[in-house]
């Protein structure tokens, strides 16, 4: 469960009220303060309001450098490449999918900052928008290593084998090509 609070010097707070969670922390995610917090009757909200004013100092700098590495991408032409995502990658997924037989539950489309896109033992394949920065030759390669997740989940000979048959031998070089670029 996620509550969010309005601070005037710190912006639109998230609090996260998690399951797992042990103990308060705050920290900045995407130029925002996040809160993560144990359920009650073990966390409070209070507790939390306190802390992140205890440390609305130290906040404050760590906004201002992240706001240095936030990419000078507008609101509208991260919109636009939302939009752009939700119709060209579900529609190039079921295209590969067609086209090499393999078949998937589900997609969704994130905005992922670590990986590319993640495969579950269940079906679900789960892309980052930042694939929509990079070449559509790189698109698919990440779609057909997804797509073979279905059928391998591990990164085994019989993968690479499969992701071989798909990528017409490339499998290889096409990973290197993708390490040049970051999301």
Not at 32 to 60: C, F, H, Q, T, W
Not at 83 to 104: C, G, I, M, Q
Not at 155 to 183: C, I, Q
Request: hydrophobic share 40%; aromatic share 8%; proline share 4%.
């Amino acid at each position: 469960m996620v509550r969010y609070v309005k601070d005037e010097a710190l912006g639109l707070i998230a609090l996260r009220i998690t399951a797992t969670a042990r103990k308060y922390k705050v920290f900045i995610r995407r130029g925002r303060v996040v809160g993560s917090m144990p359920p009650p009757p073990y966390g409070e909200v209070s507790i939390m309001i306190k802390l992140i004013d205890e440390n609305k100092a130290e906040l404050l700098k760590a906004l201002k450098e992240e706001k240095k590495k936030i990419p000078d991408e507008t609101v509208e032409q991260r919109n636009v490449l939302i939009r752009k995502a939700n119709v060209y990658l579900p529609e190039r997924l079921a295209e590969l999918a067609t086209k090499y037989d393999f078949s998937y539950r589900i997609i969704r489309i994130k905005d992922n900052k670590s990986r590319w896109g993640s495969c579950s033992s269940l079906g679900a394949i789960n892309l980052s928008l930042g694939l929509m920065r990079i070449p559509t030759h790189l698109i698919d390669y990440v779609l057909l290593h997804e797509l073979c997740h279905t059928v391998e989940m591990n990164h085994g000979p019989r993968f690479w084998a499969l992701m071989n048959k798909v990528t017409g031998g490339d499998a290889k070089k096409l990973r290197l090509e993708l390490r040049k670029y970051s999301l």
